[in-house]
């Protein structure tokens, strides 16, 4: 055993009333307002906030820009705008609803997503398997996991915020059915050893993570590094990889969560044909929602020998 715990501490520590937080304490407290708030009321207000973000978070827009004309060639420079504002507006409307998931009943996440495919989830717990979820960076991910985790134990993993409140907050929510979050640093290993206890947990197989093991496959109108790990840990662990996906529907104000068939075995043997499947599965829920991706992310970082980084920004790593 590490001497460091492998998972965040929930529990409340006296140095988070440290003035240096102060400013993080009011972000907070205005979003468990929103929170509190009712849907109906809390949209529109977002929806509005959202043409500030359009306006004012250049950086993050261009990335945003860069990855949708990539992954979409054929769609027009209108669509892409439009894509772009929905995008944004997605992204503040689930931000600023998302405290309820800590602050509001257990009850109030099964009326705010509605699941189906859980079937499927059922079938693996009779043959006395976990699952890994196969989840793209969607912003929605935190509903899907804690709605799943009312039903079924689980645990996740994140990477540790820069500021320790947050990091304490976000850590609280996202546990707040029970699961444990483990520190990114602690490893497949950490999860191979849940799967062994009967815990299920999401991977999410977007994320560029660079050149080195990773594998080059087609995703979307472009190619895409990935790194082919899934199959392997669902070998070692008896688990079945079933891909998720959510999307948030403003006209009726609840979550559409669906839990799609297991991948098999033979679509993840070799390396080549896990990163194929996993992009495949990653594509898959992105196309049923696409504007409510975090195409903020450099998803696209790493590009095949000689060609040019798509962001064409000096901070391409």
């Known amino acids: 055993m590490s001497r460091k715990p492998k998972y965040f501490d929930r529990r409340f520590r006296l140095s988070l009333l440290h003035p240096k937080y102060w400013f993080t304490w009011l972000a907070i407290l205005i979003l468990v307002l929103f929170g509190l708030m009712p849907a109906w009321l809390r949209d529109p207000i977002a929806c509005q906030l959202s043409k500030l973000v359009v306006r004012f978070a250049n950086k993050p827009i261009h990335i945003v820009r860069a990855n949708l004309m990539t992954c979409f060639p054929d769609k027009s420079a209108v669509e892409i705008e439009t894509l772009i504002k929905a995008n944004v507006e997605n992204f503040v409307m689930i931000l600023l609803a998302q405290s309820e998931l800590l602050v509001k009943s257990t009850q109030n996440i099964r009326n705010r997503v509605k ?10 717990k009779a043959a006395g398997q976990p699952v890994i979820f196969i989840m793209p960076h969607v912003w929605g991910i935190e509903y899907a996991g804690l709605r799943l985790n009312i039903d079924l134990p689980m645990v996740s993993m994140a990477k540790a915020h820069k500021n320790g409140l947050f ?12 699961g444990n979050i483990y520190m990114r640093e602690a490893g497949i290993r950490a999860l191979l050893s849940e799967l062994k206890q009967n815990n299920s947990f999401f991977y999410l197989p977007d ?3 660079g050149p080195k093991n990773s594998v080059f496959a087609p995703f979307l109108g472009t190619t895409k590094a990935t790194l082919p790990v899934v199959g392997r840990l669902a070998q070692a662990g008896n688990a ?8 948030y ?3 009726k104000r609840h979550f559409d969560l669906t839990v799609m068939p297991a991948l098999t075995p033979e679509s993840m043997q070799g390396k080549e044909n896990e990163a194929i499947a996993l992009n495949k599965a990653v594509e898959q829920v992105i196309l049923a929602y696409p504007e409510q991706y975090m ?20 901070q391409h790593h």
Do not use: C
Request: proline share 5%; charged share 30%.
């Open 115 to 124: 699941l189906s495919g859980f079937e499927h989830v059922e079938q693996a």
């Open 167 to 178: 990091d304490w907050f976000n850590n609280r929510m996202r546990s707040s059915q029970g």
């Open 207 to 209: 994320e560029d993570l």
């Open 240 to 247: 079945q990889v079933m891909p998720v996906k959510i999307g």
């Open 249 to 251: 529907d403003k006209i």
């Open 295 to 314: 195409w903020f992310l450099r998803v696209l970082k790493t590009r095949p020998p000689g060609e040019e980084s798509i962001y064409n920004t000096k």
